[in-house]
Each structure stands twice: as C-alpha cells, then as structure tokens.
C-alpha cells in the first residue's frame, strides 16, 4: 500500500515564502515507514524558487490570492500536486488539517478521489475540534483526531487488510448518515518512544534539503489564552522529549542532512528552565556548533537561561506579545502583563540574541484605548512585530463569546478564515471606519520596524556572515538580492 501525506498549501498560495518542514506528518511517516508501508510525504506550502519577506501589509492584503487560487484549477500548485498525485498513485492520502487550510485540503481530496480514487483521511486540529463536520464533508472517508501515530498506522493496516476499520480510538467515518467516532485514547506520555520525523520520504528531495531543519522538544502547551483552541489536542499536558533524545535528533539533522541551524517549533520552548538549561549545555559540551531559534514567552526568560542559550548557539527568540493593553492581557488569560513583556524583550535584547513579536488586532472587546495601547508598546520595543488579525478558532472560549455577541453567525467561512485576513472583524465597541485606521496606523508602524530591523548595509553583513555560519550555499544569491535592492534605490533617485 502506497501512502501519501500532504501538508497543505496556504502560504505559498498567498505568494508568502515561509519555509519549514512539517513535523507532524513527519512522526507519522516515520511511523508508517518503520511498519512497512511505502510512504510520501507532499510539503505543498514550501516555495523553493522565492525568498520573498513579505511586510504585514502585504500578507493581509494576498490573503486575496488565497481566495483566488481556490478557484483556479491552473494555479502553479495543484498542476504540480495533479503531478505528484499521477507519479505516485497513492492508495491513501492523508491531510495535515487546520481551519485556515480547510479548503485547501478538500480542494486536494477531490483530486485524489478523481485521479487515483484513493482513501482520504483528515487529521490534525481541524478534524480534532471539530470531528463530525470534517467527517461529512465531500470526499472525506476518514477523520483522526489527536495524536495520530498510532491511530493511522491502526486505520492503515485495517485498509490495507481489508478490514473494517471502525472501532478504531481516534478515528471517525460516516457510514451512511451516521456519524461514527470512538474518541482517542489517553496520549502517550513518553515521547521518546516515537521515531525522528522522516525526512527522506519527501518528495524532491534536492528542492527541500535546505528545509529540513525543524525539531520539537515537547508537545503541548499548559497555558489557558482565551483565543487558542490548541487545548482541545493536548488538554493543557505537556510532554517532554528527553534532552539525550533531542540532542541525537540534532546530531542526526548535522550529520546526515548538512543541517547547522535549527528551528525550536515548540508551542513554548521555555516551560521547563532545567531541562532547558540542561540541552543547551550538552549542545556546548558537544560542540555541535549550530545556531538556532525557538518560540517562547515573554515572561519565560531569565540572564542565567539567555546566556546559556546565547553560548549554546541562539540567534533568534519569537514572543507571542499579543497585545500591549494590561486589560485586553487580562481578558485573554495571557497570564503577564505589559510591563513584563516589556522586561523579558529587554532581557533578550541585552543579551545579544534576536528577538521579535506576534501581535492581535481586534479581539471581540478591545477598546480604541487598548489598540493604541498595543500601538504604543510596538513604538517603544522597536523590534519587529507580526501583526495578525484576531481569528475566533472554534472551540476557543473567545469565538463562543463571538458567537454569544452575534459577532458570529451561522457557519464560518473558510476563504476568509485566516490569522492574515483582512476580513476578520469581530470587533463591537468599535466602528468599523475606526478600527480599520486603528489598523492602519498598527500596520504601518510595525512595517516601520521591520524595515529597519530587516535592510539596510548593517543588516546585510550580519546576515551574510550567519550565512557563513550556517553553511546555508545562500550567500551568492542573497548577495545578487541585495545588490538589485541597492541598484534600484540609485536609479531612483538619479
């Protein structure tokens, strides 16, 4: 039986360059690999040939694109998914499903149905939260919620056998109009038990092996934000690898695939500062000799940790601000305040290591007050800052308040659903004409920042000599980039 595992595509077809490998669907190919079955994997959302950064004005303003290539069979990516789909003649194929990539993922399962008439099988957050309605969509045989290793590999041994694959925990189907779901068993406390993601089975090898670089250190997240519905995967646990089973993940990454920069994905790597500590110090007494970033909170961090992840090689930390008004922080159960955010992005920058910010537009109850607020922390941070659309996620308490406000009425539209969205807006104590400007205003500020941080001759040869470092083979193109920038400004102004 031949599998194969497609991680849809919703950035690239927003002509946004965000490059990763996908973990999840990686832990299970390594698992289905391991069992015998031949087994792909499909990262429809790497753009190998474009190394565009986009600004925030520019990713909420191609949102656009996404609508448009949903509707345009011809778009660059479902040719080359038509493609894949012809060579390989998958018996099944499995789906990576969050709300935003919905759409997408059906779009796929009708051409895999046509094409190949292959088994269909949704997993991921979407399914999860929302297992019933996934199910009984058009050409969705199968849904898998939680964590899927050991339920796929169940559902795919039962088709491959020829058996009913009902009773399956995690798995559900509709088997005529009824709805059939046995909920998932307890999850697996002891992650060390799964194998490496497989990173071999991915398809044009040669186009993504500078991409292989992602590693996640713990699942979960005990955190209670008002606007996640991640909690209804993990149930606010949190797993942890074992710092001796990271380290040969690693080792793995360098020495077989060239990797010397890793990407931390995960939900908040500093939950646990010990074991944290503890990883960095065997990266140095290794003498791995990597750079790498990871995502944490602002509230996390302290001089002892940062330098140790400085001297273990840590170029980079993500924070998920959200918002710099203490009364919108208090409502999404961030659990810090301002003032903190802004003492933990001090610590970071003092020591050395890159630091910039998530940011939330437009939660159901922000105040003109509390946007300017957040407006004014971006002012005085002066790093760079993602801003992001509130988007209601179901099952999160912030969309069935949405919903309680008749912010929400009837079913979500996919299209639109999206974290870069201009349609977003679940906004009711402020008109529309002025939250748009509130928007603006953030917008353009942010940018500001960005442009700062990311252009000019200082950031080129900081940049360029990371890229020594990491052996990325950039160098050359990244320099042609910035020579046609600085080409472009003369002529302009000649």
Same mark, same amino acid.
């Given at each position: 039986m031949k599998i194969l595992l497609v991680n849809p595509p919703v950035n690239r077809l927003c002509d946004n360059a965000i490059n990763y490998f #996908?973990?999840?669907?990686?832990?299970?190919?390594?698992?289905?690999?391991?069992?015998?079955?031949?087994?792909?994997?499909?990262?429809?959302?790497?753009?190998?040939?474009?190394?565009?950064?986009?600004?925030?004005?520019?990713?909420?303003?191609?949102?656009?694109?996404?609508? !448009?290539?949903? +509707? @345009?069979?011809s778009h660059r990516v479902w040719v080359e998914y038509r493609e894949i789909l012809n060579k390989t003649m998958p018996d099944v194929v499995g789906f990576s499903c969050t709300s935003a990539s919905f759409l997408p993922c059906l779009k796929m399962a009708g051409e895999a149905k046509k094409l190949c008439n292959s088994a269909i099988v949704f997993g991921g957050i979407h399914p999860t939260i929302l297992p019933e309605e996934t199910a009984k969509s058009e050409n969705v045989d199968y849904i898998i919620a939680g964590d899927a290793e050991n339920s796929f590999l169940a559902l795919v041994t039962a088709l491959s056998e020829g058996? !009913?694959?009902?009773?399956?925990?995690?798995?559900?189907?509709?088997?005529?109009?009824?709805?059939?779901?046995? #909920?998932?068993?307890?999850?697996?406390? @002891?992650?060390?038990?799964?194998?490496? #993601?497989?990173?071999?089975?991915?398809?044009?090898?040669?186009?993504?092996? +500078?991409?292989?670089?992602? /590693?996640?250190?713990?699942?979960?997240?005990?955190?209670?934000?008002?606007?996640? &519905?991640?909690?209804?995967? %993990?149930?606010?646990?949190?797993?942890?690898?074992?710092?001796?089973?990271?380290?040969?993940?690693?080792?793995?990454l360098k020495e077989k695939y060239g990797m010397n920069h890793i990407m931390f994905y995960d939900d908040s790597l500093v939950l646990n500062k010990k074991r944290i500590l503890k990883i960095c110090r065997m990266m140095i007494d290794e003498n791995l000799k990597i750079t790498w970033g990871a995502f944490t909170r602002a509230d996390s961090v302290n001089r002892e940790l940062l330098s140790a992840m400085k001297a273990s090689g840590c170029k980079f930390l993500g924070l998920g601000v959200? &918002?710099?008004?203490?009364?919108?922080?208090?409502?999404?159960?961030?659990?810090?305040?301002?003032?903190? =955010?802004? =003492?933990? /992005?001090?610590?970071?920058?003092? &020591?050395?290591?890159?630091?910039?910010?998530?940011?939330?537009?437009?939660?159901?109850?922000?105040?003109?007050?509390?946007?300017?607020?957040?407006?004014?922390?971006?002012?005085?941070?002066?790093? #760079?800052? @993602?801003?992001?659309?509130? %988007?209601?996620?179901?099952?999160?308490?912030?969309?069935?308040?949405?919903?309680?406000?008749?912010?929400?009425k009837g079913d979500m539209d996919w299209a639109t659903f999206s974290q870069h969205s201009p349609y977003n807006e679940f906004i009711q104590d402020i008109s529309p004409e002025a939250y748009r400007k509130l928007q603006a205003e953030m917008i353009d500020l942010a940018d500001k920042m960005m442009k700062k941080h990311y252009s000019g001759l200082g950031h080129y040869l900081k940049r360029a000599r990371e890229i020594w470092v990491e052996e990325d083979r950039k160098i050359p193109a990244f320099t042609r980039n910035i020579l046609g920038k600085v080409k472009s400004r003369v002529a302009g102004r000649a």
């Open positions: #996908p973990l999840g669907i990686g832990y299970i190919a390594a698992v289905a690999n391991r069992a015998g079955f031949k087994t792909y994997i499909y990262n429809a959302d790497l753009e190998t040939k474009k190394q565009t950064l986009l600004t925030n004005k520019q990713r909420i303003k191609n949102h656009n694109l996404f609508i !448009d290539a949903l +509707n @345009n069979d058996r !009913d694959a009902s009773g399956i925990p995690g798995v559900g189907r509709y088997a005529g109009n009824k709805f059939s779901f046995i #909920p998932p068993e307890p999850v697996e406390k @002891n992650v060390d038990i799964f194998p490496f #993601p497989d990173r071999d089975c991915i398809i044009n090898f040669e186009e993504h092996k +500078n991409y292989l670089q992602a /590693v996640i250190t713990s699942r979960g997240c005990p955190y209670q934000c008002t606007f996640c &519905s991640g909690r209804n995967i %993990t149930g606010g646990v949190v797993r942890y690898r074992s710092p001796e089973n990271v380290i040969s993940e690693i080792k793995l959200e &918002s710099g008004s203490n009364k919108t922080l208090r409502k999404v159960n961030k659990g810090y305040t301002r003032e903190q =955010a802004i =003492a933990g /992005v001090k610590l970071i920058k003092e &020591s050395g290591i890159h630091v910039d910010m998530n940011i939330i537009i437009g939660f159901p109850h922000e105040t003109e007050e509390d946007i300017k607020d957040t407006i004014s922390l971006i002012r005085e941070l002066e790093i #760079p800052a @993602n801003i992001n659309t509130f %988007t209601p996620y179901p099952k999160s308490r912030l969309y069935d308040e949405c919903v309680e406000r008749g912010l929400i």
